[in-house]
């Protein structure tokens, strides 16, 4: 039998679609065995018994980056002690009679092919963002696109044109440790031609262009997506199937949705990682109350919340978690207030429900500008000077999704791209025959025959 080993990164949106790559991969024969940080093991739910997990260090054991204090002090220690301790748990695999025949290793892990190589095995990179982002930082990395940005409009090949606010914010001081992170998003592609397989979390149908562009300069690329629950299993989520590993418990709130109409609801969420201060919360709590439809809101930082605002009413829930994936597939929900995190964007798009794109952070402005001009299956509540969505116009936002003319044509836009993300992960479809390519090269490689893309 073919064993892989999945090393993820330590944060809920690189780790999940890792996760539900491993499901696949075991639904084809091969044995998986999911590595993360022991910090961040420690805390971990959902992940079935059949999949195997193993730990790594980052040198923060107790704690992992909360110990570490800033990411510099963090990255900096992972990336002496991530490398030895894979080593020392691919020896360990090795002499229990279980040896691993393919690392597959989240982008932002290059040194993980090295180590790969070390031990002559196969190695595979695994890219958790679109081709789009990918595309801008390995530009910066090919000396393309030069930073600090010079010019308000950036034109790049087969992308769109971009704003300063359509960039990822690590190109930007206003970002904490921007110089740092954008070393970090760049390394990504520092020794990416050389890995046995690139495969990213997105289909070709949505990135045609980009992904033709990316498979003629990388002959090993193959996309894969999208990389969540209920597309890779290709069934309806039952009651107790929750949607990836995940270091928080759900709430009950599908009884409260059960109470109301069909595509009524506002869903907001903006992920495990965003922070909104007071006063964004605040203005997102009268939007929200101020416009005509029910809203359910998960927000982590409830203590925040105005004074007089209701956690619970007639009109709307506040939560501090759930499960996405099982909320977005209500058909009570007809909306989606979202940070634009790619996971998310995904589970969006391919559950059918349109999206109101509040970005914050990382790649999530870029995404929001494909959602609304490229896909155009949302639109973009926009900042103030203060970089606040105000109230105004999140109210305004929402009731563009529920109730006009647009709403419908972005609904009608987003259907359409549901069909075509079903029918890549369908038995016929383009991220479907990708993976069995990909796993039908490893059996055939522990046969002795190689079989490598073209």
């Known amino acids: 039998m073919v064993h892989c080993v999945v090393l993820a990164y330590p944060a809920q949106g690189h780790i999940n679609p890792m996760h539900n790559f491993c499901k696949l991969l075991q639904q084809q024969g091969v044995k998986v065995t999911l590595v993360t940080t022991l910090s961040y093991s420690k805390n971990l739910q959902n992940i079935p018994a059949s999949i195997a997990l193993e730990t790594i260090s980052d040198g923060f054991d107790n704690r992992?980056?909360?110990?570490?204090?800033n990411w510099k002090a963090y990255l900096e220690r992972f990336w002496q002690v991530g490398p030895k301790t894979l080593a020392e748990l691919l020896e360990k695999l090795g002499r229990s009679g279980d040896p691993v025949d393919c690392v597959v290793y989240n982008s932002f892990f290059p040194w993980a092919l090295e180590v790969a190589k070390r031990f002559g095995i196969v190695g595979a990179v695994f890219l958790t963002q679109n081709m789009s982002v990918n595309s801008i930082y390995h530009h910066v990395q090919q000396g393309n696109l030069c930073v600090p940005l010079t010019k308000s409009e950036i034109s790049l090949p087969l992308l769109p044109k971009l704003q300063h606010e359509d960039m990822p914010t690590f190109f930007f001081p206003t970002c904490v440790d921007n110089s740092l992170l954008l070393d970090l998003v760049v390394g990504q592609f520092?020794?990416?031609?050389?890995?046995?397989?690139?495969?990213?979390?997105?289909?070709?149908?949505?990135?045609?262009?980009?992904?033709?562009?990316?498979k003629?300069?990388?002959?090993?690329?193959?996309?894969?997506?999208?990389?969540?629950?209920?597309?890779?299993?290709?069934?309806?989520?039952?009651?107790?199937?929750?949607?990836?590993?995940?270091?928080?418990?759900?709430?009950?709130?599908?009884?409260?949705?059960?109470?109301?109409?069909?595509?009524?609801?506002v869903y907001v969420s903006f992920g495990s990682v965003v922070v909104l201060n007071e006063e964004q919360i605040e203005e997102i709590a009268y939007g929200l109350s101020d416009s005509e439809s029910y809203f359910l809101w998960v927000l982590r930082e409830e203590t925040k919340l105005p004074k007089d605002f209701a956690k619970k009413s007639e009109k709307g829930l506040v939560i501090g978690w759930c499960s996405q994936l099982k909320v977005l597939a209500h058909e009570a929900i007809g909306c989606f207030v979202t940070h634009c995190?790619?996971?998310?964007?995904?589970?969006?798009?391919?559950?059918?429900?349109?999206?109101v794109a509040m970005p914050n952070w990382s790649d999530q402005c870029t995404?929001?500008?494909?959602?609304e001009d490229v896909w155009k299956m949302g639109i973009r509540a926009r900042v103030d000077e203060k970089k606040i969505v105000r109230g105004e116009v999140l109210k305004y936002c929402i009731m563009e999704i529920m109730n006009s003319e647009k709403g419908k044509?972005?609904?009608?836009?987003?259907?359409?791209?549901?069909?075509?993300?079903?029918?890549?992960?369908?038995?016929?479809?383009?991220?479907?025959?990708?993976?069995?390519?990909f796993v039908n090269s490893l059996f055939n490689l522990k046969q002795g025959i190689a079989n490598y893309p073209d």
Request: include cysteine.
């Open 64 to 69: 992992g980056f909360a110990e570490s204090g």
């Open 190 to 214: 520092s020794n990416i031609d050389k890995a046995d397989w690139i495969l990213c979390n997105s289909f070709s149908e949505m990135e045609k262009e980009v992904t033709d562009w990316t």
């Open 216 to 265: 003629k300069i990388w002959p090993k690329f193959r996309t894969i997506g999208p990389s969540i629950t209920s597309m890779i299993l290709n069934k309806r989520l039952t009651d107790d199937e929750d949607d990836g590993v995940t270091q928080f418990k759900s709430e009950e709130c599908i009884k409260w949705l059960d109470d109301k109409p069909k595509q009524s609801v």
């Open 341 to 355: 995190g790619w996971n998310s964007t995904l589970e969006a798009l391919s559950l059918g429900v349109p999206m």
């Open 367 to 371: 995404n929001a500008k494909l959602i």
């Open 409 to 437: 044509e972005v609904k009608r836009n987003i259907m359409q791209w549901k069909a075509l993300a079903a029918r890549a992960v369908s038995e016929e479809g383009s991220s479907h025959k990708n993976i069995a390519e």
